[in-house]
């Protein structure tokens, strides 16, 4: 499951934060996702409920914001919603589309105290 080290790098960063920033407690992390990260939500869940133990982000509230896939058609400049990376351009069929939005994972605010 590569959800759990996906978090424990997103662990380090807040930390990180923590430790510059000087807050001991973090209330809320929010987490956007996009449909091409190959990243599950549900799996991230577990791994946040995990990995936050004993961490500064122990008992935090987690949102997960799901960004939809979205791409550019390189011969016809059709710009679409994809599920897959390879889906093809709904406009003219061709392959592949360069993807534009939804596939990474970042880590969108902390709210701390
Ligand atoms: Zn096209």
């Known amino acids: 499951m590569h959800e759990m080290a996906l978090m424990a790098s997103m662990l380090e960063i807040i930390q990180d934060q923590a430790r510059q920033e ?10 956007e996702i996009g449909r091409l990260s ?16 004993d961490s500064v982000a122990q008992g935090a509230e987690l949102t997960i914001q799901e960004t939809e896939g979205l791409a550019r058609c390189i011969s016809c400049g059709t710009e679409a919603q994809v599920l897959a990376f390879y889906d093809p351009c709904p ?6 589309l360069e993807i534009v939005a939804g596939r990474d994972m970042r880590l969108v605010s902390l709210d701390v105290e």
């Open 22 to 31: 000087g807050f001991s407690r973090v209330l809320r992390v929010v987490l």
């Open 91 to 96: 406009a003219c069929g061709r392959v592949p």
């Open 38 to 53: 190959a990243v599950d939500p549900e799996a991230m869940r577990f791994a946040f409920d995990v990995g936050t133990q």
